[in-house]
């Protein structure tokens, strides 16, 4: 049983770049959330998908926008680049929200800005 | 904004000896999560324990929760090298996890 897997696992980009993240949830899964974590610190939720729609969202700018396929899977897209959203990104997936349920994490992605 | 915030920050112990840290939050709750995180890498969950629930225990691991004091504690008994790690503890509503800044925990054989 795969669990959630995550593309890719660096990426180097400059600033004003766009970049495109990816994420495929584990088996039977169907709500994908998107953190960022900053050196040092806790994940800070991005936003979350069901159903392909963003139920969601943190205190995150519209430069971070998502989607989320039929498959249930889901890329993270973030657009005019800083240098501070240089960060890991994790991808976590679970049972649809409003019961108790735990995430399940991917290995994340590291993304560098320059 | 982190909803969590653990204490201490930082944590270094021998083989064998316990671990306590402990997790302070802001709003009402659903539940409460304990995930643990190997250098920089994807988390792991450990354990939750819902707003209902006063204490949970899974191996080594015994949590406990208090709702009028909006906090949690975790305890890993008869620490191991392998437990060397970051714990984080994040509040859950409605799926939205919110994290503190976590704890990191050295243990040395």
């Known amino acids: 049983d795969a669990g959630v897997t995550q593309s890719p696992t660096h990426l180097i980009k400059t600033r004003g770049q766009q970049v495109t993240l990816r994420c495929s949830p584990k088996?039977?899964?169907?709500?994908v959330s998107w953190y960022q974590q900053a050196l040092g610190q806790g994940p800070q939720f991005i936003f979350q998908y069901y159903e392909e729609e963003e139920r969601q969202r943190g205190n995150f700018p519209d430069r971070f926008s998502g989607h989320q396929f039929p498959n249930y899977s889901s890329e993270l897209n973030v657009n005019a680049l800083l240098l501070g959203d240089s960060a890991l990104y994790l991808c976590?997936?679970?049972?649809?929200?409003?019961?108790?349920?735990?995430?399940?994490f991917g290995p994340g992605t590291r993304l560098t800005v320059l | 904004s982190q909803q969590g915030e653990e204490d201490p920050q930082a944590l270094s112990i021998q083989e064998g000896e316990n671990a306590t840290m402990n997790c302070s939050y802001k709003?009402?709750?659903?539940?409460l999560q304990w995930y643990r995180q190997n250098s920089g890498r994807g988390l792991v969950h450990l354990i939750l324990i819902r707003s209902n629930e006063r204490e949970k225990h899974s191996g080594r691991l015994r949590v406990t929760l208090d709702t009028s004091k909006k906090s949690s504690s975790l305890l890993i008994t008869a620490s191991r090298a392998a437990d060397t790690a970051s714990y984080f503890c994040a509040t859950d509503s409605w799926g939205k996890l919110q994290f503190g800044a976590g704890t990191q925990v050295v243990v040395t054989p």
């Open positions: 709003t009402s709750i659903n539940n």
């Open positions: 976590a997936s679970s049972f649809p929200s409003g019961r108790a349920n735990e995430q399940f």
């Open positions: 088996s039977g899964h169907d709500t």
